[in-house]
Nanobody, 124 residues
């Protein structure tokens, strides 16, 4: 299994970015697919996830209404559209795949496979 995240970069506050996660060795219908992020000096935190049936499993409160997750089963690629970016969104963003269940999908323990991360920097 390989997950390759891309799309990060430097953006001004209020701007947008779209992250991509190219997956190989996984079938989206068999796994929870998620985005997490880790800001400097902080723990990795849940951002959003898609369940095995393609159902979006919610968003962390700080990103609700600004971030949107989607998946392309044909391209085997996970996306994270990030709008109205703020400086506190600055972090390394990771995509993840795993056999999570409803009680674990918002935790790192729910995911076995991780991408290498892509850095998002939002300037004020």
């Amino acid at each position: 299994v390989q997950l390759q995240a891309s799309g990060g970069g430097l953006v001004q506050a209020g701007g947008s970015l779209r992250l991509s996660c190219a997956a190989s060795g996984v079938t989206f219908s068999d796994y929870f697919m998620a985005w997490f992020r880790q800001a400097p000096g902080k723990e990795r935190e849940f951002v959003t996830a898609i369940g095995r049936r393609g159902t979006v499993r919610g968003y962390a409160d700080p990103v609700k209404g600004r971030f949107f997750i989607s998946g392309d089963n044909v391209k085997n690629t996970l996306y994270l559209q990030m709008d109205s970016l703020r400086p506190d969104d600055t972090a390394v963003y990771y995509c993840a795949a795993g056999q999570a269940i409803l009680s674990t999908y918002q935790t790192t323990a729910g995911y076995k496979y991780w991408g290498q991360g892509t850095l998002v920097t939002v300037s004020s």
